[in-house]
């Protein structure tokens, strides 16, 4: 038997120097993990004086064993913390969902740049701009880009072996190049003005358009004229609608945290190169009891560990940890030394006003859903005969499960997750299924049903509440046999029997046991709730299957052709960039593939068409 942990011989033994600490709970799971520049007093001080909010009261009532972790410097102690809590999410620490990569617009390093909407690390070679709030922005700018600038966006392969411009030339949104239908001095040029525009000198690339056009008058070029008039044009209504553009060039973000009916909203607002490039907002877990500037230290930190900072941050509330944004700057290498402010004025204080009045709508409207929300979930319960507890509906899990395919082709079933009264995407699943009778969905459902709840039999994942399958008694008798034959409770099944016509509101629910089917109409909040979560899994199954479709029939078409081999079908996509490059592709290009020969390539172009 171990010995017993003992806290107070452990207290004294910590060091005075920086690293990370954990709180760990009678299991061994991590309650808390936190930073500390010392150590020593950090972690001694949860133990010797009042709490700082009840969240951390009721994290220090469970702890039973600490953890630590020295590190050089604090810098090395904030991105340590950082990894744990997104790694371990931790129960008590202040948790921002961990999206997925923030998107770029990249100019590429190429002899003849392309603009591309980008993802992931901004280490590879290219110019990078942003990050942008959400993919919109990004495709908004880059359409700015085509029709002021005409830069490119197609890929390289396809650049590389094009004989005639694309219709976005025929449109005026790209000048060519790819058939040097201007030099690349030109198009150099007009990327740096591009570029220029991007970094916040858009008055100064107006001006130099201007100055352009009438040097092109006056050497009665009028139709180069026309063109540079209607650039001119375009870029300065975009500047005209940028609310933000008039306090100049330069890259700022706006945070502003505002706390209602328990929920707390971080609202980030993104200024690039001058430019309003939307707002963003985040809903944190896990905030009982903290102050603003508790909330706005865990977004700072755990938000710009991974994304570039901006030169300036305007927030609502001072920081809890002032020294954060020091480790910040030393961990960004001194490249940029960042500010951040609270107390501004001007243009600044309208940002930030701007910023907070966003924050207050946001999470208005999240209560608000927020309340439907759980009021269906209770609906539902109170209908199936679950525990409405407060906290059991928040950990009420549905798993809803739907077959689909295309004549029996492509079979795939998707299994899609609610919980805390929404519907939870990263949990999703899909299944390829084999091995059955084409079209045969009653062999497709026992088949995925096996493979997710035998997982649950063996202890090695959580059994839902509920486990709602998408058709009638057929499917779910097939449901019913699964879970005997694992033996698991079968009275979490429930079919979702559609109605005449497939009518919403004209669904009834089916048993395992001895209760009767249950009619739902169509004011039903208990109804509202599982048509969203049969409608999910019926949409994510279907995207599931046309990709998976579409992968195969791709390929095979591909093989299909006499000549055609794997080898051959490698070369091609690798230099097309893909199936759609090959069909685009003319004889004279397909011919340029090592291995194709021109009987070959006309061949290829003959059958694609």
């Known amino acids: 038997m171990?010995?017993?942990?003992?806290?107070?011989?452990?207290?004294?033994?910590?060091?005075?120097?920086?690293?990370?600490?954990?709180?760990?709970?009678?299991?061994?799971?991590?309650?808390?993990?936190?930073?500390?520049?010392?150590?020593?007093k950090r972690v001694s001080s949860y133990f010797q004086k009042t709490p700082s909010s009840p969240r951390i009261a009721h994290m220090v009532a469970r702890v039973v064993r600490l953890e630590v972790t020295v590190t050089r410097s604090e810098a090395e102690a904030l991105i340590l913390e950082n990894n744990l809590i997104k790694s371990l999410r931790p129960r008590y620490n202040i948790l921002f969902r961990d999206d997925k990569s923030y998107p770029y617009l990249m100019v590429s390093d190429h002899a003849f740049p392309r603009i591309v909407y980008y993802r992931g690390s901004t280490s590879k070679k290219g110019r990078f701009f942003?990050?942008?709030?959400?993919?919109?922005?990004?495709?908004?700018?880059?359409?700015?880009?085509?029709?002021?600038?005409?830069?490119?966006?197609?890929?390289?392969?396809?650049?590389?072996n094009r004989s005639r411009p694309c219709l976005l030339h025929q449109i005026g949104r790209c000048s060519a190049p790819c058939v040097q239908a201007l030099s690349q001095d030109a198009y150099r040029q007009d990327v740096?003005?591009?570029?220029?525009?991007?970094?916040?000198?858009?008055?100064?690339?107006?001006?130099?358009?201007?100055?352009?056009?009438m040097a092109a008058s006056d050497a009665l070029q009028f139709e180069q004229a026309a063109i540079l008039r209607d650039q001119m044009h375009a870029l300065a209504t975009v500047l005209h609608q940028q609310s933000m553009e008039e306090a100049g060039g330069g890259d700022v973000d706006i945070i502003a945290v505002e706390m209602l009916g328990g929920k707390v909203c971080v609202n980030l607002a993104m200024v690039r190169g001058g430019r309003h490039l939307g707002d963003k907002a985040?809903?944190?877990?896990?905030?009982?009891?903290?102050t603003p500037s508790d909330v706005l230290n865990a977004f700072v930190a755990q938000h710009y560990l991974d994304n570039m900072m901006p030169a300036l941050l305007i927030c609502s509330h001072p920081l809890a940890e002032p020294e954060l944004l020091e480790m910040l700057n030393e961990h960004a290498g001194g490249n940029v030394k960042v500010r951040l402010q609270t107390r501004v004025q001007g243009v600044k204080k309208a940002w930030l006003e701007q910023a907070t009045k966003n924050a207050q709508l946001a999470l208005s409207r999240v209560l608000s859903e927020s309340t439907a929300k759980a009021a269906r979930t209770l609906a539902l319960a109170e209908l199936l005969g679950l525990d409405t507890d407060e906290n059991a509906l928040d950990d009420m899990r549905i798993e809803c499960f739907d077959i689909s395919h295309t004549a029996g082709e492509a079979t795939q079933a998707s299994c899609v997750v609610y919980l805390h009264h929404d519907m939870q995407p990263s949990q999703y699943r899909r299944y390829n299924i084999a091995g059955i009778t084409p079209g045969d969905d009653y062999a497709a459902m026992r088949q995925v049903l096996e493979r997710r709840f035998s997982r649950v039999a063996d202890a090695e994942s959580p059994m839902p509440n509920v486990v709602l399958i998408d058709g009638g008694k057929g499917q779910v008798e097939i449901a019913r046999q699964v879970f005997e034959e694992l033996g698991l409770d079968t009275s979490a099944i429930v079919?979702?029997?559609?109605?005449e016509?497939?009518?919403?509101?004209?669904?009834?629910?089916?048993?395992?046991?001895?209760?009767e089917p249950v009619a739902l109409g169509l004011g039903s909040p208990a109804l509202m709730l599982v048509a969203q979560v049969r409608d999910e899994a019926h949409r994510f199954a279907i995207t599931g299957m046309r990709a998976k479709r579409a992968k195969t029939r791709n390929v095979s078409r591909l093989e299909e052709i006499e000549g055609v081999g794997t080898k051959r079908r490698q070369k091609l996509l690798a230099r097309f960039g893909g199936f759609s490059g090959v069909a685009a592709a003319s004889i004279d290009d397909l011919r340029s593939v090592e291995g194709i020969s021109q009987a070959l390539a006309e061949r290829i172009y003959e059958s694609l068409r």
Not at 282 to 290: E, L, R
Not at 501 to 515: N, Q
Request: with cysteine; hydrophobic share 35%; charged share 30%.
């Open 2 to 40: 171990p010995e017993p942990f003992d806290i107070k011989s452990f207290l004294s033994d910590l060091p005075h120097l920086p690293g990370v600490y954990r709180h760990l709970d009678e299991n061994d799971v991590v309650l808390y993990v936190g930073k500390a520049r010392d150590l020593k």
């Open 130 to 160: 942003g990050p942008y709030p959400n993919s919109w922005a990004v495709r908004e700018t880059i359409q700015i880009l085509q029709k002021v600038f005409r830069l490119r966006t197609c890929e390289d392969t396809v650049f590389a």
């Open 192 to 213: 740096e003005r591009a570029v220029r525009f991007l970094d916040g000198q858009a008055s100064d690339v107006i001006d130099d358009i201007e100055k352009r056009m």
């Open 282 to 290: 985040f809903f944190p877990a896990q905030t009982d009891g903290d």
């Open 495 to 499: 079919g979702v029997a559609k109605g």
């Open 501 to 515: 016509g497939r009518k919403l509101g004209l669904e009834t629910l089916v048993f395992t046991d001895e209760r």
